[in-house]
């Protein structure tokens, strides 16, 4: 699971690089007690970004881009989806 704690955002990095390819789930804190869950494949990784192709979630997206620095304030938490 990638989220707050005592990580920064090299190590952050780091974990999510490792994710490309990877089935994950995703809550994307709103504001205010709203918070979206979606599921996806991470597609790729940029310097300040990385993108993940939805699978279920949001509709009428196909792709969410975020950044490294939502996964450490803990807006965006991800959490590998194991595959049996």
């Known amino acids: 699971m990638v ?3 005592n990580l920064n ?7 999510i690089n490792s994710l490309v ?11 205010r007690k709203k918070a979206k869950k979606i599921s996806g494949i ?3 990784t940029y310097p300040q970004v990385f ?3 939805i699978t279920d979630g949001l509709k009428g997206l196909s792709k969410f881009s975020c950044a490294y620095s939502d996964v450490l304030c803990g807006n965006v938490t991800l959490e590998e ?4």
């Not at 955002?9 to 974990?15: G, N, Q, V």
């Not at 390819?21 to 709103?30: A, L």
């Not at 989806?81 to 049996?84: D, G, N, R, S």
């Open 51 to 53: 993108v993940v192709n």
């Open 9 to 15: 955002i090299d190590s952050i990095k780091r974990k």
């Open 3 to 5: 989220k707050q704690g």
């Open 21 to 31: 390819g990877s089935k994950v789930d995703m809550e994307i804190c709103k504001g």
């Open 81 to 84: 989806i194991e595959e049996a």
């Open 42 to 44: 991470v597609e790729c």
